[in-house]
């Protein structure tokens, strides 16, 4: 199993970006997928969470501004980051809980990160 994201990049303040995030390889099923981030010298933390059913949450200084979403017949989530601010810099991670069988627990799996960075 991987999860390839893409769609970091340079963005001024107030712009936006779209990430995205596929997995791909043998498994069952694809239940949480999420975005993470890890800003320099800062712990990495949740930003975003879809569950298999479509419930969703967010962190309080996303909200509002962020939206995840997801095409289960793709595998794959979606980050739109609108109003960027100069704080949302950091590397961001999607992570995947992963049925490897239908008896099987889900498993957790990271992307390699895409850099976001929001700077003038």
């Known amino acids: 199993v991987q999860l390839q994201a893409s769609g970091g990049g340079l963005v001024q303040p107030g712009g936006s970006l779209r990430l995205s995030c596929v997995v791909s390889?043998?498994?069952?099923?694809?239940?949480?997928m999420a975005w993470y981030r890890q800003a320099p010298g800062k712990q990495r933390e949740l930003v975003a969470v879809?569950?298999?059913?479509?419930?969703?949450n967010y962190r309080d200084s996303v909200k509002g501004r962020f939206t995840i979403s997801r095409d289960n017949a793709k595998n794959t989530v979606y980050l739109q980051m609108n109003s960027l601010k100069p704080e949302d810099t950091a590397v961001y991670y999607c992570?995947?809980?992963?049925?490897?069988?239908?008896?099987?627990?889900?498993?957790?799996?990271w992307g390699q990160g895409t850099q976001v960075t929001v700077s003038s």
């Open positions: 992570n995947a809980g992963v049925r490897l069988g239908p008896l099987r627990e889900p498993s957790n799996y």
């Open positions: 390889g043998s498994f069952f099923s694809v239940n949480v």
């Open positions: 879809s569950t298999s059913d479509g419930n969703t």
